[in-house]
Structures are given as structure tokens and as C-alpha cells.
């Protein structure tokens, strides 16, 4: 079964940049379509970001677009999410989810979770 596993969170100042990682210590991550969600407290988990399996495509939410950039490193069976120009509203636990389709739906059509990572943007 795949197991993710999200690291690189931690509080960061306004204008400052992380880099979260999303890893699979079993299953290749290929096949798979990996997105990066987030929750802030008190509100719903929302898709930030998309890369499709076996492909380079991505997308983004309207939010983070020309801040936020996901890649794939296949070598290292990881999806990275580089944050940058991070603000304040960016707080929440980020997490990734694996989804066995060409392109990522909605949070409640992955098929597996990691256990998230906290980024908190704050001055």
C-alpha cells in the first residue's frame, strides 16, 4: 500500500520560501497523480497544486499560481512543492495525496494521505 510521507514544513516570515517534500518509502510514485493540499484551521481542505502521473503537466489554484512550483523527482520517488513570496494566509498543514488517475480531483477523490506538515507564515 502506499504510504506518503510530507516533510519540510516549519514557520517562515512573510516573503520568506520552503520547500515541502511528499515521499513514498514502497510504491513508486509514477503512476500516480500527487497533489498538494492544505487546511487552515476552521476552514475546508483545498487543493493547492497537481502534477499528472507519468507527465510533467501541472496545475495550480488561483492562490499560489506564479508562487508555488510542484515537480517530480522520479530518481528519488518524490514530489516536491517549492513555496515562494510565502504570506501570512498561506498558513495551514499542507498535505499531499496520491490519486490512481491521470489528474487529481478533489480532496475527497484521493485514495491516500500523508499525515501533513506544518507551515506557518508569520512575522
Known amino acids: 500500500q502506499l504510504q506518503l510521507v510530507e516533510s519540510g514544513g516549519g514557520l517562515v516570515q512573510p516573503g520568506g520560501s520552503l520547500r515541502l517534500s511528499c515521499t513514498s518509502s514502497?510504491?513508486?510514485?509514477?503512476?500516480?497523480?500527487i497533489g498538494w493540499f492544505r487546511q487552515a484551521p476552521g476552514k475546508e481542505r483545498e487543493k493547492v497544486s497537481c502534477?499528472?502521473?507519468?507527465?510533467?503537466?501541472?496545475g495550480y489554484a488561483d492562490s499560489v499560481k506564479g508562487r508555488f512550483t510542484i515537480s517530480r523527482d522520479k530518481a528519488k520517488n518524490t514530489v516536491y512543492l517549492q513555496m515562494n513570496s510565502l504570506k501570512p494566509e498561506d498558513t495551514a498543514v499542507y498535505y499531499c495525496?496520491?490519486?490512481?488517475?491521470?489528474?487529481?480531483?478533489?480532496?475527497?477523490?484521493?485514495?491516500?494521505w500523508g499525515k501533513g506538515t506544518l507551515v506557518t507564515v508569520s512575522s
Open positions: 514502497g510504491e513508486t510514485l509514477d503512476y500516480w497523480a
Open positions: 502534477i499528472a502521473s507519468s507527465s510533467d503537466n501541472t
Open positions: 495525496g496520491a490519486e490512481y488517475a491521470y489528474y487529481c480531483s478533489g480532496p475527497t477523490s484521493m485514495d491516500h
